[in-house]
Structure formats: structure tokens, C-alpha cells
């Protein structure tokens, strides 16, 4: 069992990272305060895992929520089902959430947990690699509007995050490859070593050897630990995070939630990002398609969606939640490992990239 | 002018009282950071202070939502219209929200400032005297569920509270005595000066002379001030404040959100913990007729409605927000002025007193 820690005084809390955990009590009962637990999963992992983890919490008086499973089911309508049931079940504040999912069921639970009672105690158990790797840690919970990804939201840090590689097992092959996606995105903002050990890694991890995984799981972990440390409510190096991101925010609203898996959308938006470096000077073109050759070897998309316009990729970049009074703020590379955050971009500029982007596709 | 300031480190902010401020230009640029604000009112406030307030700001980029007026729309439907409002307008974390109105108006918009792209500035320019003297003042921010008051929400401080007396003087008679049920609540928990001193005062309260209200609302401010700076997110003696809540929120529920005024219904309130404390003897009941004689001047309840009963009170009870575990904890009084938090409530006793309660109304 490995554990990395969140650093934020008194919210600190670790992630447990290991094979066949999600049903171990003991490492619930440490993170549980009260008496009352509200498990919140959805459709797949009600079917997997929901069992095994009631019957673990059977010391605990517990209730279920399952949701309707994807992005498309992120909203403040979803976050109310979690409301109805709590007060249903009469849970006070001292109550515990537990989120069983991937990072649809982790930020609409964590923000449930967030505004219930104006703030009650949760933790995360993530079961996507994209979950373990990068939304269940680090606090940021929040749901979509019909006009904008993850506009409405908290900072609420979990008491722990149980990551089990033995759910990646289950996982459909296309959402493992998109968590992949947030693994890269690491190697990239600012740890070159890692790069190089998920690309000569990459046959391992793409047959789910759970040495590897873990590995995967653990550094990722601790680069976003480390991030979210220094800066938990992003006022700035936590940006970095957002490599990619900007421009993948704009692929998944314009082409409907949930049809582009997030991971598949920030991996198109991380290509775009470099090539965009690159058009400024930053990084060299031989880095641009060393980026595309290893999305391409897991089979992550390196262009945009066809049925998308620049315009409309340009006017959803310019409601990204980066942007300061009508300032956008992009994260660009100088090299792999060296990413840096780019202010004041021209607006002209942009579009003409993106142009030029969309007129390939 | 006189300024009260709520002392929380780096979240500190002033609440300025005074007449003739509501649309002063220089007393809002020194606490909007960007250059776009959404102003948030109701009907009410819409049509006396919104064009006043709009051209004073001017040399802002502004937009409006007019929320529907009253206690039973404040729900996550109502937040959501600022969601919409905010992302139609492109208003980025930058942007600043003024709540325009009593504490419906400043409870949701505080709350849709809290979620919206996980927290934006606020202004809070209360309009009510329950505003003025409460629910503006201390960052508690959310809105209603069909199953209990505030069960949504966020503690979200606002940038500063703008009060002016002036808007007191169109206030509905009503709604302005049920603010004077929160002026007198900071009388009862812990300053019997001032309890003395709002005795002999009521006269010229009642006949909204604007320096008694504004001394009332001076004194009742830093009360909360104090008690809010010494214990921000209620881990202790904040709770002190919701002196009579317990029951009122019971009495607000059960006749339905918006019959029974809020300050109405804690007026009630406050008289059954005053009783509820007399019948464990830790209060005289001379005392008890004192502060039922001060709400009845006043033209307050002194007992709950009649169409309630005992059992549906003490349900309603344990759902409240100071519920751990099935204890709860009500705030009851030794004293005019001195009160004290009493936990483990026996439930048999409760509910025979409520029994009690309710076959005299």
C-alpha cells in the first residue's frame, strides 16, 4: 500500500493507493466521524461495487443514491437527488458522503458535501483511472450549466481518497485510455522523468499490470499533491493543472457532454496547446509531435472534433473560467516537463490558430 | 457614518451605516474588484432602488435578474436564474454580485457569489431591518429544501454591507417589527444594556426615527461581529445566535416558507426557548413575562401558530442544523442577556413540553 499526502494543514488527508481496498473497513472507520454514511454511486458502480462496500460499512447506518451515470447528467438537478435523500434520511451535519464513481459521481457528491448544511465531511472513492489521477484530488467539486463546464462549484477537500487498481480492471477500455490522458498531463506541466517512464511503461500499462498502474497512480498523485499544496484555491501555479484544458473544455461543451470522454477532449486540447506554443516559438515542432506520437500510441485524439468551428471553439475559450475580465489565460510549454502559464493573449492571434486548427480537421 | 468592522483576517469587511448611501458611488469602488457586476434584486427592491443604484455605478459594465420576492422561491431554481444571468453576460471570476434586497435576495445571490466558478465577490446592500441587523451580516449564505430551512448553502463572506436607513422607511410595517425580533435577539443572548436600552427606545424605533435605527442597528451589529469574528463557521458559540430559531424554523416550515415571517416566527420562538428554559428552572418566569411583554409591544407572536401540532414541531425539530447524532442542541437562558447553549436534549421532555405549548394555542 502506498500513501501520498495532500499538504494543507488542518484539511490535510492522504490517498490510499493499492489493490483490494474498496471494501476494507478499517480504512473507512478512520475517515468516518459520525454514525450516518451516504454512499453515492451510479449505474455502473452500484452494479460492481456498491455491495461490497455496504457490507463493509455495516458498523455504520447507511443509505444509497445512485445516479444517472455521465456528464451529461452533471447538474444542479443530479446534486438535488443527493439533497432529497439526506433530508429524507434525516442526516445531520456530522453525516459522511462517500462518492463511488468516477469524476462525474466525485464532483457532483463532493459539492453536494460541500453546500449540504453548508459543508459535511466526504470521501472519494475513485474507481476511473482518470478519477484516481486527477478530480478526486485536490478539492475542486462543482457541477455544469448548459452554458459552461464546471461554472457552479466549491473548494471542498475530502478526508481521504481510496484509490483501488483493482476497478481500472472493470473499466471500459475507452475511459482507461482517457484517464491515460491526465497521467501524460503530468509528465508534461513539470516532470520529464515521469514522461519517459509512462512512454517506455506504456505497453504495461496499457495491459493493466497493476504494478504499473499503481506506479501511474501514485506519481500522478503526488505531482497534483504537490501543485494543489502550494496553491489550493488557484490564485496561480495550480493553473498549470489546467494544461490542456481550455482548449478541451471548449471540444466538450461544443459537442455535447459526454460525447467526448474529458480525458479524450483535454488529450486534443494538450496537441492543441503545444502546436500553439510552438506557433509563438516557445517549443520546438520536434516536441509538438513527440506529444502527438504518444496520445496516438494509446489512441487518444490529437485534433478537434470535425463538427466544431473555430468561432465556436473561440467564444467557449473566451468563457473559460481563466479568464479575467476578457484576459485569457492559456497554459503553454516551453519544453515536455516545462509548462508555464501565458497571459493577455491576442484574441486575433488565437483565432487565427484556431482557423487553422479546424480548417485540418 | 458610522462603521462596524467583522474581524476575519484576511476576509475582514466593514458594514457602513448610515442615510442617503444606497447610491454613492465611492463607497462601492473601494470594494468591486472588476469592472462587471450583477445586481440582484426583487420586486420590491427593483422598483425603489434599482435605477438609483444602476446610475451610480456607471462606470461599470452592469447587468440585472429580478428574482421573484419572498421566502418560498428561495430555492436552487432561483440561484440557478443568477447562474444563467452570469453566463449569458460572459461574467467571469472577476466579477463582483450586490445583493439589492432583504435576506431572501442577500441569502440566494450570497450563495450563487459562493458557487458560482467555485466563488465570486459580493456586496450585500440590505434593504430589510432583518437584513440589516442579521442575515447580511457573517457569510451564512444558501437557500431552502422542500424538507428544511438553509439546508443549502455556503459560509461565503461578503466584501462589505451597505446599510441604509432610508430604506427603512418604505419598509412594510410588518416585515419591519419582525426585524426588530432579531434587534431584541441580541439583547437576550448576551447584552442586557441593550435590551434595556431598545425598552425604553421602542417608541422612536417604532416611529422609524433614523438615529434610533441606526444606533439599533450599530449596537446589533457588533454583537454579531463579535460573535461571528470569535467563531467563524459555528464550531461553538456562533450557535448562540440562533437564540429561538430552532423552534421558529419548525413554525416556518411547518406553515409553509413565507406565511409566518422569519422575525415572526423566531419572535415565537424566543418566548417558547424562554419558557422551555423556565420549565427546566434555569430562568425565572418573571423573566419570561418581561420578554413576552417586550415582543407583544412590539405586536409580535408569543406562541406558535395554531394550525401546528406538538409532534409535527418535534420532527421538524430534529431535522435542524445543530442536530449531531440525534442530539440536539437548543439555545435556552439563565438570564435576560445571558444564554448558553444546552446539549442532549431528553426527546420525551421536549415533546411533552411542545404538548404543552401547543394545546394553549
Chains 1, 2 share one sequence.
Request: proline share 3%; glycine share 8%; net charge negative.
Amino acid at each position: 500500500m502506498s500513501t501520498v499526502t495532500v499538504d494543507l494543514g488542518e484539511r490535510s488527508y492522504p490517498i490510499i493507493i493499492d489493490t483490494d481496498i474498496i471494501s476494507r473497513t478499517e480504512i473507512y472507520r478512520d475517515h468516518i466521524a459520525g454514525r450516518n454514511v451516504l454512499v453515492v454511486c451510479d449505474d455502473n458502480t452500484r452494479q460492481h461495487y456498491l455491495q461490497p462496500l455496504l457490507a463493509c460499512l455495516g458498523e455504520f447506518n447507511t443509505a444509497t443514491v445512485c445516479l444517472p451515470a455521465g456528464e451529461a447528467n452533471k447538474n444542479l438537478d443530479t446534486v438535488n437527488l443527493i439533497f432529497d435523500e439526506l433530508l429524507k434520511q434525516n442526516f445531520d451535519r456530522n453525516c459522511t458522503l462517500i462518492a463511488l464513481g468516477g469524476g462525474v459521481v466525485g464532483d457532483i457528491c463532493g459539492f453536494a458535501a460541500a453546500a449540504y448544511q453548508r459543508g459535511v465531511a466526504f470521501i472519494q472513492v475513485p474507481t476511473t483511472l482518470l478519477a484516481q489521477v486527477d478530480s478526486s484530488v485536490g478539492g475542486k467539486t462543482g457541477v455544469n450549466h448548459a452554458l459552461g463546464k464546471n461554472m457552479i462549484g466549491a473548494f471542498h477537500q475530502p478526508q481521504c481518497v481510496i484509490a483501488d487498481m483493482d476497478t481500472l480492471q472493470t473499466l471500459p477500455v475507452r475511459e482507461f485510455k482517457a484517464g491515460l490522458a491526465e497521467v501524460i498531463k503530468y509528465g508534461l506541466i513539470d516532470d520529464v522523468d515521469f514522461f519517459s517512464w509512462i512512454k517506455s511503461e506504456l505497453p504495461q500499462l496499457l495491459a493493466l499490470e497493476r504494478h504499473s498502474l499503481a506506479e501511474a497512480v501514485r506519481r500522478s498523485c503526488e505531482n497534483k499533491a504537490r501543485i494543489v499544496s502550494a496553491d489550493e484555491r488557484e490564485q496561480g501555479q495550480r493553473a498549470l493543472l489546467n494544461l490542456g484544458h481550455t482548449f478541451g473544455h471548449a471540444i466538450e461543451t461544443a459537442t455535447g457532454y459526454g460525447v467526448w470522454l474529458h480525458g479524450e477532449a483535454i488529450a486534443a486540447g494538450m496537441c492543441m496547446a503545444a502546436r500553439f506554443s510552438a506557433s509563438h516559438g516557445y517549443m520546438e515542432s520536434t516536441k509538438v509531435r513527440e506529444i502527438e506520437a504518444i496520445f496516438s500510441e494509446v489512441g487518444l485524439p490529437v485534433q478537434p472534433p470535425q463538427n466544431m468551428t473555430a468561432k465556436q471553439c473561440y467564444d467557449l475559450m473566451r468563457r473559460d473560467k481563466k479568464v479575467r475580465d476578457d484576459v485569457l489565460t492559456l497554459v503553454l510549454m516551453k519544453d515536455i516537463g516545462e509548462s508555464f502559464l501565458s497571459k493577455g493573449h491576442e484574441h486575433n492571434r488565437l483565432l487565427s490558430f484556431l482557423q487553422e486548427c479546424f480548417s485540418k480537421t
